[in-house]
């Protein structure tokens, strides 16, 4: 293309704001093999989206052959919205190639997708051909757990081993051996091979009867505490067995048949299938590289080896013509501990290199941040750049401000806190004064453990905030509520959970006091006259189930007032109500503890979050739905059990956000956000970004780490698939003791730190390029407000150092202490500026008081030493006769069953028969979605689709369904493409997809002939079986479409026309008035996600049963506005037969 042709393509694309030299050089590269090292806030997604808009304008490759690829699905929907919209403009301005007419290729899109979904589709397509399963699901990380749990329990682990470790533990490591695994592609044999061998030269090692020598330390050139450390951790190494690691190789291998007879499988399961195929059939992998000539890798530094490996496979087949493009950053590589070595850049240029080496391409000017931070930046990356060869450091943008860096280091943590809440006022007041726009501002925390100091600090002063990436669903204070009254239902000697339950019900501390006053009262009663244990779990939940009389006054002359009582009266009725209802569906039973609670209503009541909650809610019922699919038979307990292990075990132990933390995450300006560094990459803030804890101890570089020779959840080095860029330390490597000491104690004390303090660095660097405008680091002296004894040093006290990324950026660029920012409100405590040192004195005035002494145990006295505790029942040895009157020998003195807990047996049998017979209406779900074919039913039959959803019903096999199952199979394979139906577009409402009789090969084939011959039939396809969602009149609509065809060419019909393939007769009256709607809805649906006007989609019925006068059923040209109204019609009328199904607003 001419220099005239690119300089008009990028006006079009980029007005005035042409793409850089560097950019441009990414933009019109047609090397076959591309690695673009682009730092932080360069405008690579831009530049991306620019190469793929120019190549095509060019006519060297068409869009359906572009791949894009990255990590999460939030960044391949902004890169694909990019490029859609580049392309746009591009054809409505005629710069695309065209014949003519509107071509197939012209209104194909190019494929951006994420990295599983890619692998997914090879090993859901072809991963029969290794015996893989194609149906299986993905697991989630608690099953995960479970699934390692319950192997553990029925005894896969050696017991000798076992009793050494608690059962915690042995599920930790197991995962850990079970998930290293399947990430490096070693087998559990090859596990058993390695630690056996390892353990064998351990001992051998350790039998060496040789000493360690004076003279092997000055051979060595250490000193005396060096040496001495040395021979501590070999006795520490010597001591390794790997029993605990071998004891759960069985499990493991137990885990992994689990799974499969489960039919699921993990992400890693589906890359390594998918490699595997490739491997095995090199042909797959060429005819997938052959299809994709423009191929981008986006985010290439987080793509671990086995991935690389895959995708070279997959992408790397040589072509003319073809270019791969691989885009990252190694200084933003931080998920090394999930095998995303910082080198993966460097590996691509040796991997895909061909016939000409890889061309090195760089972007370095930043469009995001300011001066100040950049040097921030560029100070904290200098070790890395140094390590990384051709990292270039990031430039200002022409016109960058001065940007402002700012250190707060108050003396105590908690004011640290503060003084990061105190600075976001000040810059909230100030973004308020001088615009129109809402600030953006966000908090990022190293550790998730800081995230909930940062809210209580914005709590104090009154500021909105929003916890984002680092809070679970089930964690949700909305989620919390509904998590403790199920918890109530399946555990009903938990009191702790029934008051959280109180609290919601605004149950007050004096209420609970008379409460638990009348529990220990009624236990009491329970047992007689049987010695009662004070410490025994009093019964909170059966008290509230038998409150007393509203004059009760107890022994301690506590008692219930009347708001106390009524409120106490309603728990307890809600409590029977929910009880009633536990055979219910999960789903149900959730949607029954929202209303029960209350939730709902104070979500559509509340003035601001309104729909987060409602979201929390409805995503919460969807989770329970799907636990329920998943699980059939799981009772309340077990669905509260698995919430219990999602809430410890979802992040398999990691501080760090997971690499799909921020899948969902977007900036919302008007609102401080809070969240950890990792689940922050990709994004960025305007106005202000602070990051807490910038002490040596916490956000800093650490003088140790795991060693896989100590900690058996640390998988080996030696079997990693990245181990070339890893320490390197393996004891049967060695056959002296002194070199394999000398080796392990370098890579102890020197290669392991180095390894993870890079990782670190990288992490900082990350959140350092996060602010436009100011970065606010905060630190302190002290953790608490106490002086650790180890911190004074004669009459000083030794504070917190910096970090030492800290430190860094004070060398390397302009750092303004909090006092010059600070407003005149602000308290002293929160402006000073504490150094390394502070007299003892003056620091125990501010702390209240001197260090606390350390404690001699050995001498010290044990005032309160536990009596024996008597462990027999109440009935212990009693003998009762049949009709309970305790009819034993009367000389162990056990008195008969008091008449008073008969009765109250009684009456509790009484209770649960009324509350089971009152359960005799079946509830109608919630769903947060509508169908297309649901608005069908509900305009032809309400009351007869409320019936069948209430409670679904086998219903006679009907042939129809069947036939349009079998013909849309076919149609699909005509395109070529893997049918997706929506199985209720074929069914009549309350017909089920079985057909038990034998379908007739003369009828299918009928059918699939006048689809042949058809006019539709030689159309060409944009798309065959899409599934779309689009939200319509406030509510998410789902639909499945069959095709949609280029029909520009055709007289009379729109440039694209909907088809959807009807196997029955053609409907007259209301119900065609119902189909005509459900066209309109896929109209809408595919113009609002291929960003098209309504008026240029056409849609259409064909039904392939009647002759071709009457086979189509054109839709009415409806205006999105008329498609809204008819939706919310049909909705109505389900509503006027008592439907409640849907909420607006729905996800």
């Not at 393509?9 to 050089?25: F, H, I």
């Amino acid at each position: 293309m001419s220099e005239a042709t690119y300089e008009r393509v990028m006006r079009r694309l980029a007005g005035d704001r042409m793409p850089t030299p560097e950019q441009r050089e990414v933009i019109e590269s047609e090397d076959a093999a591309i690695l673009v090292t682009a730092g932080a806030g360069s405008g690579k997604t831009a530049t991306m989206a620019n190469r793929i808009a120019y190549h095509v304008a060019a006519g060297r490759v068409s869009p359906e052959e572009v791949l894009g690829l990255t990590f999460t699905r939030k960044a391949a929907g902004e890169l694909s919205q990019r490029v859609d919209r580049a392309l746009g403009r591009l054809r409505a301005a005629g710069m695309l190639p065209h014949t003519g007419q509107i071509s197939r290729s012209s209104l194909a899109r190019p494929t951006i997708s994420t990295y599983n979904a890619f692998a997914s589709d090879i090993a859901a397509s072809y991963g029969m051909l290794v015996g893989a399963d194609p149906t299986a699901r993905l697991v989630t990380d608690a099953e995960r757990f479970q699934l390692m749990d319950s192997v553990v329990a029925e005894g896969a682990v050696d017991p000798d081993v076992a009793s050494r470790h608690s059962h915690a533990r042995i599920v930790e490591v197991a995962l850990r051996l079970a998930a290293g695994g399947i990430d490096n592609g070693v087998s559990v044999e090859r596990m058993r091979e390695f630690f056996e061998g390892e353990a064998a030269a351990l001992e051998r090692l350790g039998e060496d009867p040789r000493k360690f020598t004076k003279g092997d330390m000055a051979d060595a050139g250490m000193e005396s505490a060096e040496w001495e450390r040395l021979k501590r951790d070999w006795r520490a190494l010597t001591k390794a067995d790997f029993a605990l690691q071998l004891a759960c190789l069985p499990a493991v291998e137990a885990y992994m048949e689990r799974k499969r007879s489960l039919g699921l499988v993990e992400f890693a399961d589906q890359v390594a299938t998918a490699s595997e195929v490739l491997g095995r059939y090199g042909r797959i992998g060429e005819e997938t590289a052959s299809r994709h000539r423009l191929v981008l890798l986006d985010e290439y530094q987080d793509t671990s080896v086995n991935q690389a490996v895959f995708l070279r496979r997959a992408l790397g087949g040589a072509g003319e013509g073809r270019s791969v493009c691989a885009v990252g950053d190694p200084n933003q590589a931080i998920y090394g501990w999930r095998g995303a070595s910082a080198n993966a850049l460097a590996d691509f240029a040796v991997a895909f290199a061909g016939e000409a080496p890889v061309r090195r391409l760089t972007l370095s000017t930043s469009f995001r941040s300011d001066a100040a931070i950049l040097d921030a930046a560029n100070a904290v990356a200098a070790p890395l750049d140094e390590a990384a060869a051709g990292v270039r450091k990031l430039k200002a943008r022409p016109g960058c401000g001065l940007g402002r860096v700012v250190e707060a280091r108050p003396l105590f943590a908690e004011d640290s806190y503060r003084a990061i809440a105190r600075r976001i006022e000040d810059v909230q007041a100030e973004v308020a004064r001088t615009r129109a726009a809402q600030p953006e501002i966000a908090v990022l925390c190293r550790k998730r453990s800081s995230i909930e100091r940062v809210a209580d600090a914005l709590r104090e002063r009154g500021i909105a905030y929003e916890i984002v990436g680092g809070e679970s669903l089930i964690e949700r204070p909305e989620i919390v509520t509904v998590r403790a009254a199920l918890g109530v239902l399946a555990r009903p000697s938990h009191g702790g959970l029934l008051v959280r339950l109180l609290l919601h019900w605004g149950v007050g501390s004096d209420a609970m006091r008379a409460l638990r006053e009348w529990s220990w009262e009624l236990a009491r009663r329970s047992v007689g006259d049987a010695p009662l244990d004070p410490r025994a779990e009093a019964g909170l939940v059966e008290a509230v189930s038998r409150l007393p009389d509203p004059e009760w006054v107890g022994s301690r002359g506590l008692a219930l007032d009347s708001a106390a009582f009524d409120r106490l009266s309603l728990v307890s009725k809600s409590l029977a109500s929910l009880r009633s209802s536990v055979h219910l569906p999960l789903a149900d039973l959730v949607e029954k503890c929202i209303s029960q609670l209350g939730l709902d209503l104070a979500a559509a009541s509340r003035a601001e979050g309104s729909q987060r909650v409602r979201t929390s809610l409805d995503s919460f019922v969807a989770l329970a739905r799907g636990y329920s699919a998943a699980h059939p038979g799981a009772s309340v307990r077990d669905f509260v059990d698995w919430l219990d292990l999602v809430e410890r075990h979802e992040y398999g132990g990691e501080e760090e956000a997971g690499i799909d933390a921020s899948e969902e995450v977007e900036v919302h300006a008007g609102v401080v956000q809070i969240l950890t560094v990792h689940a922050a990459k990709g994004l960025e803030w305007r106005d202000l970004v602070a990051i807490p804890e910038m002490v040596s101890t916490q956000f800093s570089e650490k003088e140790s780490g795991k060693s896989w020779t100590t900690d058996p959840s640390v998988f080996p080095f030696p079997l990693r698939a990245d181990r070339a860029h890893l320490p390197r330390f393996r004891p049967s490597d060695f056959s002296e003791k002194l070199d394999a000491a000398l080796a392990y104690s370098r890579f102890l004390r020197a290669d392991i730190p180095a390894h993870e303090n890079a990782e670190a660095r990288r992490l900082a660097y990350v959140a350092f390029t996060r602010p436009q405008e100011e970065l606010f680091l905060a630190g302190y002296g002290l953790a608490a407000k106490e002086i650790p004894p180890s911190f004074v040093e004669g009459d000083a006290v030794s504070l917190l150092p910096r970090s030492v990324f800290l430190d860094d950026v004070r060398k390397g660029a302009s750092v303004l202490p909090a006092a010059d920012v600070a407003g005149p409100e602000w308290p002293s405590e929160l402006t000073e500026e504490c150094t390394a040192t502070m007299p003892l004195a003056e620091a125990t005035e501010r702390t209240g008081g001197p260090p606390e002494p350390v404690i001699d145990y050995a001498n010290a006295d044990l005032p309160l030493w536990p009596a024996d505790v008597v462990r027999a029942g109440p009935g212990a040895g009693h003998a009762s006769g049949p009709d309970g009157s305790g009819g034993g020998s009367g000389d162990s003195g056990e008195s008969p069953v008091p008449p008073e807990r008969v009765a109250m047996w009684r009456r509790s049998a009484d209770l649960l028969i009324r509350e089971r017979e009152a359960a005799s209406r079946p509830a109608v779900p919630e769903r947060p979605y509508v169908t297309a074919t649901d608005v069908v039913h509900l305009n032809e039959d309400p009351a007869a689709f409320l019936a069948q959803w209430r409670r679904p019903t086998p219903q006679r096999p009907s042939r129809a369904a069947r036939t349009g199952t079998e013909v849309h199979s076919r149609i699909a394979e005509f395109y070529e493409r893997p049918a997706r139906l929506d199985i209720d577009s074929v069914m009549a409402q309350g017909e089920q997809p079985v057909d038990m009789d034998v379908l007739t090969r003369e009828e299918e084939a009928r059918l699939l002939e006048a689809f042949k011959a058809s006019r539709w039939a030689r159309m060409p396809a944009i798309a065959v079986e899409e599934s779309l969602s689009a939200v319509i009149g406030g509510r998410v609509v789902r639909c499945t479409i069959d095709a949609v065809l280029d029909t520009s060419a055709e007289p009379g019909l729109s440039e694209v026309t909907i088809v959807d393939w009807k196997t029955g007769r053609r409907p007259d009256g209301e119900a065609l008035a119902s189909r005509e709607l459900q066209l309109a809805i896929y109209r809408l649906a595919w113009a609002r996600a291929h960003g098209r006007d309504i008026a240029d989609v056409g849609a259409c019925f064909v039904y392939l049963r009647e002759p071709e006068g009457r086979q189509t059923l054109a839709a009415a040209k409806l205006t999105e506005e008329e498609v809204a109204r008819r939706i919310e019609d049909s909705l109505a009328a389900g509503m006027e037969a008592g439907i409640g199904l849907w909420r607006p607003g729905g996800v």
